[in-house]
C-alpha cells in the first residue's frame, strides 16, 4: 500500500482561511437528469398509486410483486428477524436502543401557558406528528443503527404511526435492520425504496398511507424526492458527506487518533477527516500511525481515498485558535481530545456533537452513547441541530382573551392596523373594544 | 357591488373531502426564468460583491448610489426615525414589542445535561445563531408589525448581530418600518432589496456580512433566492397567501364573523377566509353581514376576489365534526368563536395559532396579543410550527465518557459496528476497552 500524504495546513499562514475554504468546499452538483427522473416517478406514483408503485419496484428492485399488500411486512416478520439475530447482537441493539431512548426523553418539549392579570391566557400547545416515514436504505449501506436513531425519537415524541419503507433488492432484506424496526417499535414495513417509495409516504397510495414527515438518509434518487416533496410533507436535512474534526493537545495516543480519523475516513470517499493540534511533532506521529495503521484496515482504499482528497493535519499556535478554527469549520462531529476538555468547549460555539475527552471516541455516539448519530453536515451546524424528538413535535400558539384583554389590545392593534392600511384588521379589532 | 357569493361546502355530501381538497389547492407556479435570473444575480453578487450590489440597487430600486457604505443606515437614522412617529402610534408599537418580547421569553430552550452512575456526561448545549439576516419588503407590503415579529425572537434567543435589509424605491423608506427596526434593536440596516439583498446576506461582500439564518417575508424573486441560497444559510419557511378558518356555534355576532373574515381577505386575492358552523341560518346571517359590510370596505375589491375565488363557508352536523375539518385542512389562522372554545380545543392538532372565544380576534395576535404573527400557510402546520425564539437557537450535543463509561460503551459499539461491516469504527471503539 502506498504512503498517504495528507494535506498540511498551518493556522499561522497568510492563506490559511483561504486554503481552509478550499479544502472545505463540498457542492453538491445538481444533476439535471435525476431532477427529471424523480419528477416523473413522483407524478406517476401520484397519478397510479399501487400500481405505479408495484410497477418501478418490480423493475427497479427486480423482484415480481403482483399486488402492492404484498409489499408490506408483517409485525410477525420482524418479530422472527429479531428472534434470528445472535444473542450478542440483539443485547447490543437492546442496549442502544434503551441508551438513545433515555436520552431521547429528556428533549421532549411540553406545552406551556401563563394567565396575564386581565384573565388572558397565552401559550404554546405542543402536538405530535400524526404519522412519519422513515426512509432506510437497502443493500450495503443498510444500517440498524440508522433505523434506531430515526426511530426511537419519533416514538418518544409519541408520534402515532410510524411507516418504515426499505427496499427488497431481488427480494433481500437485511435482518438485522428487520430486528432494529421490531425493537424501535415501528408500525408498518414496506419494502419499497427510491423516489417511488419517497412518493408514496407525501401523497399515500391506496396501500401506503400519506405521512405529514419523511426522514432518513439515501442515495441522490432519495435526496432529490425528498427536496421535490418538501411543503407537501416535511423533510429531515438532506446531509452531505460525513465528516470529523479532532482537537488533540499532542497527549492521546497517536493510534486512536488515527482510528478516530480512519472511523469517519471509512463512511465513504467523500468523507472528511482532519485533525488540528498545537504540537508539531504529534502531528507527525498521528501520520505514522496512518500510515502504520492502514494495511490492516478492510475498507483501506475508502479510507486511503477519503484522506488523501479531503483529509488535513492542521497546527495551530495554541488550543484557543484551535477552537477558532473548529468554528469556522462548524463541523459534524468534534473530538475534544485534551486534558481539560470542559474549558475547551466552552469556547466551542458551532458542532453536531461534541466528544468530550480522549475516552469519548466519536464511534461511541454513532452506535450507542444515547445522542443521535444524525448531524448537521458541511457546516449547517451554524443555524442547524442534531435530529431529536423536537423535529417530531410541533408547535400550535395559542391566544384566549378575556374580554377586558381584547378590548385593551383592540386598541393598540386599531392604531398599527390603520398605520399599515389594513382596516379590515382594524375594525375586526374594533368590534371587541368595549364602549360601556 | 355586485353580490359576493361564497362556495358553500356541506360536510354530509358525499364528495365533501374531494371538494374540501379542491378549495384548499395551493399550487406555487415555479417560473424557470425566474429561477434563471435569480440565479445569475446571485452569482453576481458573490463573485463582484459590493460593486454587483450597487449595480443591481441603482438599476431595480432607480437609485444613484456611487459606493456600497452608503447603503447602510445609522442607528441616529433609525431613532430619528422613532422620534418622528406619532405618539400613539409609537406607544403602540412599544406596547406590542413588550408582549411579544415577554411571550419569547417563555420560548427560550435551555442547555441541559445529566450524569450516568459511572460518571458518563450527556446532554445538550444551546447557542445562539452567531448573525442573522432579516428581510423587510419596501413599498406598500412593508409592514412595521413584520419587523417586529422577526427581529425580537432573533435578540431574546440572543443574537448578537441582527441585520436587517429593505429595499428604498427610489430612495424611498417607510419610517414606521424603520421605528419599528429601532424598536426591536436590530444592529444593522441596509437599504438594499431582492434577489441581491438575499445573496448578500448569504456570501457577504465587502459591506454586507455574512449571516447564518435569512428570515422575513418577500417577492417571488426574494422567495426563490431564499431557496437557492438554502445549504449555505439557514432560512425560515416560504410562506403560501394567508388563511383564516373560523369555527362558530351561530351565537358569535355576524357582523364580527364577516369582520374576521375580510381581515384575512383583505392581505390578497389568493387569501383564503372559510366558516365552519353547525348553523345553517347563521351561514346565511354571515353571508349577509358580508355583502352588508363590503361596501363600506376600503380594500373591498380584494377581498371580494379573495372570498369569491377561494371563500367558503362550510355547514357541519356539530363541533366535532367542525374539528374534523379543521385538523384536515391545518389552517394558519384558526378562530373558536364557540361557547365552550377550551374544550373544543383538544381535539385540534393542526393549527399555527388558535384563537379561544369570541372575543379573541386573529387580529389582535397579527398586531399585539405576544405570540408571532409568523405561522406555517398551505397545511404545513401538520409537520411545522410558528417562529420562535427556538428558531435563532440551535443545539450542539455533548457526550464526555468517563474511563468506565467509554469502556462499557465501547463493547457494545464494537458488536454492532462489525455487524454494519465498519470495523475502523469498531477498533475505534475497542481502544477505549479497559482490558486491566
Redo the contacts between chains.
Keep these: 500500500m502506498p504512503k498517504i500524504t495528507l494535506t498540511r495546513l498551518d493556522a499561522a499562514s497568510a492563506d490559511f482561511n483561504g486554503q481552509l475554504d478550499r479544502l472545505l468546499a463540498w457542492n453538491e452538483s445538481e444533476d439535471l437528469s435525476v431532477h427529471q427522473r424523480v419528477l416523473e416517478i413522483i407524478t406517476e406514483v401520484r397519478i397510479q398509486g399501487d400500481q405505479a408503485l408495484v410497477d418501478y419496484t418490480n423493475r427497479f428492485d427486480r423482484r415480481t410483486v403482483n399486488d402492492a399488500a404484498e409489499l408490506e411486512l408483517s409485525q410477525d416478520q420482524l418479530k422472527a428477524a429479531f428472534e434470528a439475530v445472535p444473542e ?2 440483539a443485547k ?2 437492546q ?2 436502543a434503551e441508551r438513545i431512548r433515555a ?1 431521547a426523553e ?2 421532549k ?1 411540553a406545552s ?1 401557558s ?1 394567565t396575564e392579570a386581565d384573565g ?6 405542543i ?1 405530535p ?2 404519522r412519519v416515514g422513515l426512509y432506510v436504505p437497502g443493500g ?1 449501506a443498510a ?3 440508522s433505523v434506531l436513531m430515526n426511530a426511537i425519537p419519533a416514538k418518544v415524541a409519541g408520534v402515532p404511526e410510524l411507516i418504515m419503507v426499505v427496499p427488497a433488492p431481488k427480494g433481500e432484506l437485511n435482518q ?1 435492520v428487520l430486528a432494529a424496526a421490531y425493537i424501535a417499535g415501528v408500525d408498518r414495513v414496506f419494502t419499497i425504496g427510491g423516489a417511488q417509495a419517497v412518493a408514496a409516504l407525501a401523497y399515500g397510495t391506496e396501500t401506503v398511507p400519506p405521512v ?2 419523511i426522514v432518513g438518509p439515501g442515495n441522490i434518487y432519495v435526496a432529490t424526492a425528498k427536496k421535490l416533496v418538501f ?1 407537501q ?2 423533510i429531515d436535512m ?1 446531509a452531505g458527506p460525513s465528516e470529523i474534526l479532532i482537537i488533540c493537545d499532542g497527549k492521546t ?1 497517536p ?2 487518533i488515527a ?2 480519523l ?2 469517519q ?3 465513504d470517499e467523500n468523507a472528511q477527516a482532519i485533525l488540528i493540534s498545537d504540537d508539531q511533532s504529534f502531528l507527525d506521529a498521528v501520520d505514522r500511525s496512518i500510515n502504520k495503521l492502514l494495511p490492516e ?3 483501506a482504499e475508502i ?1 486511503q481515498a477519503s484522506l488523501t482528497g479531503r483529509g488535513a493535519l492542521i497546527r495551530v499556535e495554541n488550543l484557543r485558535q484551535a477552537a477558532e478554527v473548529a468554528n469556522r469549520i462548524a463541523p459534524e462531529h468534534l473530538e475534544l481530545s485534551v486534558a481539560d ?2 474549558a475547551l ?1 466552552e469556547q ?10 480522549r ?14 448519530h444524525v ?1 448537521p453536515t ?1 457546516g ?7 435530529l ?1 424528538v423536537y423535529d417530531f413535535q ?10 377586558e ?3 385593551e ?5 386599531s ?3 390603520r ?11 374594533e ?2 373594544i368595549k364602549t360601556d
Design positions: 450478542a447482537q447490543a441493539l442496549t442502544a436520552y429528556h428533549q418539549i406551556w401563563y388572558t391566557v397565552l401559550g404554546q400547545k402536538t406528528l400524526d450495503k444500517y440498524p443503527s438485522l405529514a414527515k411543503g410533507v416535511g438532506i495516543d493510534d486512536w482510528m478516530d480512519f472511523s475516513a471509512e463512511h484496515m478492510e475498507r479510507i476538555p470542559e468547549c466551542i460555539r458551532h458542532a453536531g456533537a461534541i466528544f468530550l475527552g475516552h469519548t471516541a466519536e464511534a461511541l455516539g454513532d452506535y450507542c452513547a444515547g445522542p443521535n448531524l458541511s449547517t451546524a451554524r443555524f442547524s441541530s442534531p431529536g410541533k408547535r400550535t400558539s395559542l391566544i384566549n382573551c378575556s374580554p384583554g381584547s378590548s389590545l383592540g386598541k393598540t392593534a392604531i398599527l392596523a398605520g399599515e392600511g389594513l382596516t379590515a384588521h382594524a375594525r375586526s379589532a368590534y371587541r
